[in-house]
């Protein structure tokens, strides 16, 4: 048969497969945009979920903090972002009255090149835009604390906003449930010890017995990491209204809702289900699967989802061959860190001390325990080995998968943006 096309990085990647194969190939189709996003968005604005329309939350003088989330999440929110400053204008708050925050939680500050090429240079070139950044205790200020314990600390500068705007998409998130919404304040604006301890409740008590009851990709009622967040968002003084986009083709939004922070969320979260669930049947003895290119495979930590994903579909003992590129390396220096005495001794570093990303260490111990994972990626050999994986090359595709019984292998184009349901 022809080779397989898989995204990986900025490019793609050409999959032989044996001539008498026949895999199974998952239907990772993107929906069709919205043929009009601008009229879409101002329609949501004006009739949102939960709150009033945003018009009538538009301060007299005050201060707008319009927030987004980084380069990791794709440009979808660049696509909404756009409208909604044209709406401010019209409505008469400007760019003297708004300032953006890139939502960033504790991933690395981007550079002015990349803010531009996300944001776009008619944004770039006219408002005020701020980098949350999660270390500096200067610039925080504490909102309350959570029944989960967690003390809130968000940056100053938001809190004392007038008004704040979220602007985002969705996605399934592997311990949160679903990403949007409320993540743009918890992480995205949030100190780092805030950020801890809302991240290790996404662990039980024993952080090397794995994820804690309710946190899954997909769940958010009864998941204490998601209801620890939308807790603490509640703590912001001021208005909250929050804009949450399903990604279409191209990047551009399928689906929009806004108001509340938990209306409008669950509504595209409602919608992301129905248009990105794959029901692949039953699991199989090789998987064959793509991030879905940058930047989703950017680095190990953003790969790490679509492992996750991609590895419900292969059957115990099976083999997943996953498509990353991770030109930025491994992006965390603490998964680096509960790795570095290697794959084996995981759990009990886990145990000794919880690092921020602690919980995709254990998620990645677990895969490689059940599955054998090999990676096409710009991974060091030394890396794949430290975190437990193989080297995947793409030409020996077909000898890996060559006679093995019709249906056995499932090819996934895109494991981060979709979820598996095994029946």
């Known amino acids: 048969m022809d080779p397989i096309l898989l995204p990986y990085g ?67 929110a660049a696509a909404v972002l756009v409208p909604v400053l044209e709406y401010l204008e ?89 990403g949007g919404g409320r993540k743009l ?26 994820p804690a009851r309710g946190c899954g990709p997909g769940i958010l009622d009864g998941n204490p990491v998601h209801e620890d967040m939308i807790e603490g968002a509640s703590f912001m003084p001021g208005p909250v209204f929050m804009i949450c986009a399903v990604t279409g083709a191209g990047g551009e939004p399928a689906f929009v809702s806004a108001g509340d922070i938990d209306a409008a969320h669950r509504t595209s979260v409602s919608k992301l289900r129905e248009l990105y669930t794959l029901h692949p049947g039953r699991r199989r003895k090789i998987v064959v699967a793509s991030a879905g290119g940058s930047p989703k495979d950017i680095n190990l930590l953003q ?9 419900l579909a292969a059957e115990d ?28 001794e995981v759990p009990s570093r886990v145990s000794r001390k919880y690092t921020l990303n602690s919980q995709a260490a254990m998620s990645i111990h677990e895969i490689t325990g059940r599955i054998e994972v090999r990676l096409l990626s ?24 060559d006679g093995l019984p019709a249906g056995e292998v499932l090819v996934i184009p895109d494991t981060a943006s979709f979820l598996l349901k095994i029946e």
């Open 10 to 76: 900025d490019s793609e990647i050409s999959v032989p497969l044996p001539g008498g194969a026949e895999p199974e190939i998952a239907d990772c189709t993107l929906p069709d945009p919205l043929p009009d996003t601008s009229l879409s968005i101002k329609k949501t604005l004006e009739h949102p979920e939960g709150c009033c329309h945003l018009s009538g939350l538009i301060p007299a003088s005050g201060r707008i903090a319009v927030l987004v989330s980084d380069l990791t999440r794709g440009r979808t």
């Open 90 to 178: 019209r409505h008469g708050a400007g760019p003297q009255q708004t300032t953006i925050y890139i939502a960033s939680g504790m991933h690395r500050d981007q550079s002015a090149a990349e803010i531009e090429a996300q944001l776009g240079a008619a944004v770039a070139g006219r408002y005020s835009i701020v980098q949350h950044d999660a270390r500096d205790k200067s610039s925080l200020v504490e909102a309350g604390t959570t029944s989960y314990g967690t003390r809130c600390l968000f940056n100053r500068r938001v809190v004392e906003s007038a008004l704040v705007i979220g602007a985002g998409a969705v996605s399934f998130h592997y311990f949160a449930g679903f």
């Open 185 to 210: 304040i918890l992480p995205g604006i949030s100190g780092e010890e805030t950020i801890m301890a809302n991240h290790r409740l996404s662990l039980r008590d024993d952080p090397a017995e794995g």
């Open 303 to 311: 790969a790490h989802k679509a492992i996750r994903h991609a590895s």
């Open 317 to 344: 003992g099976g083999l997943l061959l996953m498509a990353a590129a991770c030109r930025e390396g491994i992006g965390s220096e603490s998964l680096e860190e509960d790795f570095s005495g290697g794959r084996d």
């Open 378 to 401: 710009g991974l060091s050999d030394d890396s794949l080995k430290k975190f437990g994986f193989g080297r995947w090359r793409a030409e020996e595709t077909a000898f890996l998968t």
